[in-house]
């Protein structure tokens, strides 16, 4: 298999979606719901429909997806962590779902036969997967010609400004990124990487949240809690890594506000269809 990533670090992050999946979007402002929402209404799904979710988390697309495609649609929602799965399932169950399977899958390999799915969504997953081409061409072959892609990303800032802060601090102690692909886009780059994978009809968007943390300590609990940034850490010794959260910690500190810590959530909703020729 082609990949970018450096040999053994994909189990490494494996391991720390497995360590996040209890915690996956309870801190913070609640972005991968609001996102997750945005990103079907946008995607307009049919009661009936098929969907594959790929790389599903906790199910923050899967699950109101579920209920949108109704008694007689399905969802499958895949992720390569079993943790993220087992979460998923829970989430499921917990709200009485018949019609979700949830299943442990690497994106790059999908194991359904071509022309399996109506639709097919992956929300702020396509940056982790190692060769990016592959896993979009692997989404194509399993929807139906014209079937409907929908991803949502972070645009260009991220997380404005806690993220670029970030980004100061990891370039200030030297890290390297763990993450084989940009984590933020622009919408020319996506729509590209798109329609050479054989999409078409791109229609993108971008919007933006201002969603205030309450305190700092929110702030980081929501950066460890959405991605592998505790592995990132692991490149210094372990006395430092303190005194990297804490001088992150007080550069957002000093954003305080009496209505918390500022931060315009920036994603870009992208919806295509897979071109019919083959
Ligand atoms: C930021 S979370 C997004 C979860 C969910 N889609 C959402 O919108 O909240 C990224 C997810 O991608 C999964 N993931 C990362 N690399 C993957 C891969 N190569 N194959 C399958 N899943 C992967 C992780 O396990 C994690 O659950």
Not at 106 to 131: H, I, M, R, Y
Not at 190 to 200: C, K, N, P, R, V
Not at 252 to 275: D, S
Request: net charge neutral.
């Amino acid at each position: 298999m082609h990949s970018n990533t450096p040999k053994g670090l994909e189990y490494t992050l494996r391991n720390c979606w497995d360590r996040t999946a209890p915690k996956y979007g309870q801190a913070g402002p609640p972005i991968f719901s609001i996102s997750a929402q945005r990103l079907l209404e946008l995607l307009s799904l049919e009661p009936g429909d098929r969907l594959l979710d790929v790389a599903c988390g906790t199910g923050a697309v899967a699950i109101p997806a579920a209920k949108q495609v109704g008694p007689f649609g399905q969802v499958t929602a895949t992720d390569y962590s079993p943790r993220m799965v087992a979460e998923a399932e829970k989430e499921a169950n917990k709200r009485g779902l018949s019609n979700i399977t949830c299943a442990c899958m690497e994106a790059q390999n999908l194991k359904f036969p071509d022309n399996s799915f109506d639709a097919l969504t992956c929300g702020f997953a396509l940056f982790f997967f190692p060769d990016m081409r592959r896993t979009l061409a692997e989404m194509r072959r399993v929807l139906v010609p014209g079937g409907k892609v929908g991803l949502s990303l972070w645009a260009k800032g991220a997380i404005v400004p806690q993220w670029p802060i970030l980004g100061e601090t990891i370039k200030e102690y030297g890290l390297r990124p763990v993450v084989p692909n940009p984590i933020a886009w622009r919408p020319k780059d996506i729509e590209a990487l798109l329609t050479s994978a054989g999409f078409s009809d791109i229609e993108i968007v971008e919007e933006r949240y201002d969603l205030p943390s309450r305190e700092a300590s929110e702030v980081w609990e929501f950066t460890l809690s959405v991605g592998p940034i505790e592995v990132m850490l692991e490149q210094l010794p372990k006395n430092k890594r303190q005194e990297f959260i804490d001088a992150f910690l007080s550069r957002i500190q000093e954003l305080a506000t009496p209505e918390g810590i500022p931060a315009n959530f920036r994603v870009l909703y992208i919806v295509a269809k897979a071109r019919t020729d083959r």
